[in-house]
């Protein structure tokens, strides 16, 4: 059963990640921004929410980072033509998509995968999530406004320029095929009871689908499948590791060891700071293991059984991995995509950190409260 669980698992991350690379190959993603800076650039007051929204909306469906790094020059022309300073292109763009990822009801490559670890139906708990998601959104948006109001410069009238971009209908057709397929898959999980292996067809069928409308044709959908498959090559073997040392863990008898010394020193303490240690442990485990797949499979089989002991409801401790691990994607140097989109954008790391502190403090305390409601409501 955990062998299949398994195999279905490496297979859906590396099929999911080739089909986004197919999606991206369109040049789909890239045109959408041009097209949006074009029609923004004189509608400053929208900006920000518009761009966090749509990569929150990204990062929460397909886990959006990598994806980021070759629409920073873009981006830039888009903050410089309305006076906003580079930093401001990062945060409503990567910024925002890894708050989506961190409070994401469907996100795959992460809350899938952690639900399924911790033997729970895919989607559990997806209103809580929601709620939570646009608390946390309008928090990232308060702070990205307040911060390029602060810094506002002199606008650029002449940066965007020539960069209004292709947006023909094969563009628009490749947006349609993937809110199509998560649609499909969303309606299979709730109504149909699909799993990985259900995830995987669709996400291949969408990936060929949005290859064919998107002009790469079968050779070009099948490289660009190649390519996808390579960038997820590292996520697979660190997933691969993470297995292989829980494996040598259980079957040397050391998991219950493990589990009794996570449990020690928060037995008597109450349910809820139980909830928050479990997602500080989570956020100093994802610096030296920056994959959020690789890490759920790594910790939540242990981290499931403490939950059981502690009488801590299991998608709570699935709750208390996304955000640990969510939203340390925002500020450990080891996030690749994080230091290359900042490299891209001309921002200092330290620069992003000032910024940064009261922006995760703010949204740390709306992961403890959702701790808190999951605990009182009785998740799963």
Request: net charge neutral; charged share 10%; glycine share 10%.
């Amino acid at each position: 059963m955990i062998k299949s669980l398994f195999l279905a698992l490496l297979a859906a991350v590396l099929i999911a990640g080739g089909a986004f690379a197919v999606v991206d190959a369109t040049g789909a993603l890239r045109s959408g921004v041009r097209w949006l800076v074009a029609r923004l650039k004189h509608s400053d007051i929208l900006v920000i929410p518009i761009v966090c929204v749509l990569f929150a909306t990204a990062g929460a469906l397909e886990n959006m980072q990598e994806e980021i790094i070759a629409l920073v020059p873009v981006l830039l022309v888009l903050t410089r033509t309305l006076g906003y300073d580079n930093l401001t292109a990062a945060a409503m763009s990567l910024g925002a998509a890894a708050v989506g990822a961190a409070f994401s009801p469907v996100n795959p490559f992460q809350v899938g995968i952690a639900q399924r670890l911790a033997e729970l139906p895919l989607l559990t708990g997806a209103g809580l999530r929601i709620l939570f998601l646009l608390a946390a959104l309008a928090w990232w948006i308060a702070g990205t406004m307040r911060y390029a109001a602060k810094t506002r410069g002199v606008k650029d009238v002449d940066a965007a320029d020539g960069e209004t971009g292709p947006h023909g209908i094969r563009h628009v057709g490749v947006v349609l095929i993937v809110l199509l397929a998560f649609a499909v898959f969303v309606y299979g999980v709730l109504r149909l009871g699909w799993d990985f292996n259900q995830m995987s067809a669709v996400f291949f069928a969408m990936g060929i689908a949005a290859g064919l409308i998107g002009g790469l044709g079968l050779g070009g959908t099948a490289e660009a499948f190649v390519e996808g498959f390579k960038s997820m090559a590292y996520a697979g073997l660190l997933i691969g590791f993470a297995r292989a040392i829980y494996v040598v863990l259980d079957q040397g008898s050391i998991i219950d060891t493990l589990v009794h010394g996570m449990f020690a020193p928060i037995a008597g303490l109450p349910t809820l700071l139980s909830a928050a240690g479990m997602m500080v442990v989570q956020t100093a485990v994802h610096v030296p293991v920056p994959s959020v797949s690789g890490q759920a499979v790594l910790t939540m089989p242990i981290l499931t059984p403490l939950a059981d002991l502690l009488h801590l409801p299991r998608d709570v401790t699935v709750l208390a991995y996304q955000f640990g691990a969510g939203l340390c994607d925002l500020v450990t140097p080891t996030n690749g995509a994080l230091m290359a989109v900042l490299a891209a954008a001309g921002v200092r790391y330290e620069r992003w950190l000032r910024f940064m502190v009261p922006m995760y403090l703010g949204l740390a305390v709306l992961a403890v409260v959702a701790l808190a409601v999951g605990i009182a409501i009785g998740l799963p």
